[in-house]
């Protein structure tokens, strides 16, 4: 069975068109190609969008990021004394034969606190 794709025209297979249980047939207007296609074309201009937003609006993120900050200070504080308090480490397993039959399991991450009143 055939279907005629409204957006290049081709006549196609039934199983190109992507479900729809709204339409009569139960299949999309448009075939998997067409529709990723335009996909791609949305989501490149709704980045371009976003930085074109971003450049023309620095005064309106740099207001908000700073009252963020007010609102979030003790948080934000309480995170970055955190991160510098830890260290992570990566132990690795020397053994090939583990290494051949489990790839994922051959790295452990292991987090050593750090006394803070330990000179760097």
Not at 30 to 35: A, E, G, M
Not at 48 to 58: D, H, P, S
Not at 98 to 116: A, G, M, V, W
């Amino acid at each position: 069975m055939k279907k005629i794709c409204k957006g290049c025209g081709r006549n196609r297979k039934i199983g190109k068109f992507g479900k729809d249980s709204h339409k009569p047939d139960g299949k999309r207007f448009y075939c998997r190609d067409c529709i990723r296609e335009y996909n791609k074309r949305t989501a490149n201009n709704k980045k371009k969008y976003i930085e074109r937003w971003k450049n023309n609006n620095k005064d309106i993120i740099k207001e908000y990021n700073k009252n963020y900050y007010i609102r979030n200070k003790q948080r934000i504080l309480y995170n970055k004394r955190a991160r510098e308090d830890t260290e992570s480490i990566l132990i690795s397993e020397s053994s090939k034969k583990h290494r051949q039959t489990n790839l994922n399991k051959d790295r452990q991450i292991c987090t050593i606190t750090i006394d803070p009143k330990r000179k760097k």
